[in-house]
C-alpha cells in the first residue's frame, strides 16, 4: 500500500484518523496507531514484519541490559549485540546475494546465488532502531520500558517504508504524551496534499518520461542529457513527495517530524546539496558512523578518508549494486576537493556559475545512480560527454523532447522555492488572504491529484527499494 493509492486515501486513512480520534487516551490512541501501522506493512510484507519484530525485540532487551549494568564491558556487549543482529538482518536480505554473486565470479566459482526478498523500508526501520539502543548507551535518550511503545516509534506508518529517518531522542517524549489541534490537523493535511500532489502531478509525469527514453537516453548525446535531467527531477519530486506526505501525517497523529528536504537544487556546492537533500540521512552518518570515526579532529588526511569511508557506505546503504557505491565515492571524492583543494576557487566563484556547476554535478550524479548495470551505465556517461560517437539527437530523443518540452521546465520551476517566496509576499499584504488561498489550493490539488491517480498506470515509489 502506498501514500499516492485510492485504497490508502480513500479508506485506510480515514479509518484509522476516525479510529484513532474515537479512542480518547493516548494509550489507547498509540494501540489503534500500532496495529494500524503493523497492518499497513503486512499489506504487502506479512512475513518480513517477523525480521522488523526481531529486531525490534533484540534491541529492546539489549536496551535494557544497557541500563540496569554498571559495567562498561557488559554495556558494551549489549550494545554490539543489538546492532550486530540488526545489521546482520540487514545485511542477509539486503546484501548477502549481491557478496555470494560477488565472491562467485571474483573466485570463478560455479554456483546459484540465492534471490532474497529484499523488505520494503529494512534500511529505513533498522537504522531508526539502531539510533534507540545507540542513544540509550551514550545516555542522550531515556529507556523505553513499553515494548508496545518501543514497537510504534519502529513501525509507524507514516515513517516506516522511506522515511525520513526519526532518531528516537527526537521523539521519545511524543510516545507518551502529545496531543493534536485543530491547526496541527490542518497544517497536516495540507503539508500531506502537498506531498501528494508533488508525488501524482510531477514525479508521475516525470517517471513516464524517463520511461520514454530506454537505455538511458545513451543512443544520443541530446537524449543522455535530457534523461538524466527528467530523472533530476522524478527523483527529487517522488522522494521529497514521500517526506512531504510522511511528516503531513506525522502532524496529523500528533507527531513532529524534521524536515528531510530544503531546496537541495538552489546549492552552491555539492557540500550544500548534500545538507539540503534527504537531511535525515546525511543526519544518522555524521552522528553515527563520522563524528565515532574521528570526523575532522584527527588531520586532513583522516578527515578524507571519514569522508571517503561514510560515502561509500551511503551509497551502499542506497542498494547493492556498485553503481550505488560509485555515486557515493563521487559525491565524497567532490565533498574533499571542495573542503581542502577547491575552498578559495568556489569562494571567487560568481555564484550564478557555482549554482549552474552544482546543478549539473548532481544531474551527472543521479546518472550514476539510475544506472545498476555497470555497461548500461558506461554507455550513459560516454553518451553523455561525448566519448561514444552517437549523433547529437536521435528521433526518440526528438520525440520525448518535443513530447515534453513544457512539463520538465515547470517541474524544473517547482523545484526551486518559487512557493515559498509568492506565499511571504501574499503573508506581508495579508494574514487572511492567504488563509483563503491555501485553503482553496490545497482542496483544488487535493481533487486534481484524485482525478491523476484514477488515469495513471505509474505510481512506484523509487525508494521504497532502498
Known sequence: MVFSSMSFILLF???????????????????????ASLFFYAWGEPVCVLAMLLSTAVNYFCAKAIASSDEPGKKKAALAAGVGVSLALLFYFKYFSFALSNLAALFSLNMSVPQIRLPIGISFYTFQVLTYTV??????????????????????????????????????????ERSTALADFNEGFERFVVGLAKKVLLANLCGAAVEALPGGGASSLAGAWYHAFL??????????????MAIGLGRMLGFRYKENFNYPYVSLSATEFWRRWHISLGSFFRDYVYIPLGGNRRGAGRTALNLLIVWALT?????????????????????ILERFVLKSVIEKTPKAVRWIVTFLIAVVGWAIFYETDLSALGSTLRAMFGLAGVPLLDETARRVIRQYSVFPLLAFAFSLPIVPALTERLRAKSERGLAVVRAVSTLLLFALSLVFLVGQSYNPFIYFRF
Request: glycine share 8%; aromatic share 20%; proline share 5%.
Open 315 to 335: 551509497g551502499l546503504w542506497h542498494g547493492a549494486a556498485w553503481n550505488f557505491v560509485l555515486w557515493g565515492l563521487y559525491f565524497g571524492v567532490l565533498l
Open 135 to 176: 542513544d540509550v548507551y551514550r545516555g542522550k535518550a531515556p529507556l523505553q520500558k513499553s515494548f508496545p511503545r518501543l514497537l510504534l516509534y519502529v513501525s509507524c506508518f507514516p515513517q516506516l517504508i522511506a522515511g525520513p529517518i526519526v532518531q528516537y531522542a527526537d521523539v521519545a517524549a511524543q510516545l507518551s
Open 231 to 244: 530523472y533530476t527531477l522524478q527523483i527529487y519530486f517522488d522522494f521529497s513527495a514521500y517526506s512531504d
Open 13 to 35: 486513512l480515514p479509518i484509522v484518523l476516525l479510529l484513532y480520534y474515537s479512542a480518547g487516551a493516548l494509550r489507547w490512541k498509540n494501540t489503534v496507531l500500532l496495529c
